[in-house]
């Protein structure tokens, strides 16, 4: 249940606060100790939590980072709702990645890092990431089909998804493997600016 005006109830936000703490505890092991290595007792314990708490929120191990895959374009979706139609969309897109409800998810940048990198070379979780991007595209496309005037069944709309989503997933894990990082905004805006995204 949610709140008025389409806000979480402070029960969702909860719920939201300890999947998000369950994916930052079982990243940080996965990064220091291993996925092979990490049990779900060990994340739980780390985590504060108990083992019946942990599967209420994650079906395996490998589900763990799932919310941090998905809390992301899940916030861009809803930032990029509200801006103008008339908006470019990489300048809306832009606006919408750097709001203050999206910077929060990247608030601790070395976490933010190596919550990517374990999501890019765990093949279990990798898996995880790419079937979520369907998911994350099917979000997208409402609003996406919104800004153009066009039927959310159409392909181009849907082709529209997956090149931002990708984009903004390249931009990401480059960012995360770069030894002086650079600003992951000015990042995300050259690879939009490199796919053409309001040409398309």
């Not at 990243?27 to 291993?34: E, H, M, T, V, Y």
């Not at 739980?44 to 939590?49: R, V």
């Not at 990401?172 to 490199?194: G, I, K």
Request: aromatic share 4%; net charge negative.
């Amino acid at each position: 249940m949610t709140a008025a005006r389409g806000r979480p109830s402070l029960t969702e936000r909860r719920r939201q606060e300890t999947r998000l703490e369950i994916a930052e505890t079982a990243a940080a092991l996965f990064s220091d100790q291993g996925y092979e290595a990490t049990t779900v007792e060990d994340i739980a314990s780390a985590a504060g939590i108990s083992l019946r708490t942990f599967y209420r929120y994650c079906a395996a191990k490998e589900d763990a980072l799932t919310p941090v895959m998905t809390a992301s374009v899940g916030v861009l979706v809803e930032e990029l709702a509200r801006r103008p139609v008339d908006e470019p969309l990489s300048s809306a897109v832009q606006a919408s990645f750097t709001s203050s409800a999206a910077a929060r998810q990247l608030a601790d940048r070395e976490q933010a890092r190596r919550l990517v990198r374990v999501m890019g070379t765990v093949p279990a979780i990798r898996m995880r990431w790419l079937a979520a991007g369907r998911e994350m595209q099917d979000q997208l496309v409402p609003v996406l089909a919104a800004r153009k005037g066009a039927p959310e069944n159409s392909m181009e709309v849907r082709l529209l998804a997956c090149a931002l989503l990708d984009g903004i997933s390249v931009a990401m894990e480059h960012w995360a493997w770069q030894d002086e990082p650079e600003d992951v905004a000015e990042l995300t805006r050259r690879a939009l600016r490199y796919l053409r995204i309001d040409e398309l």
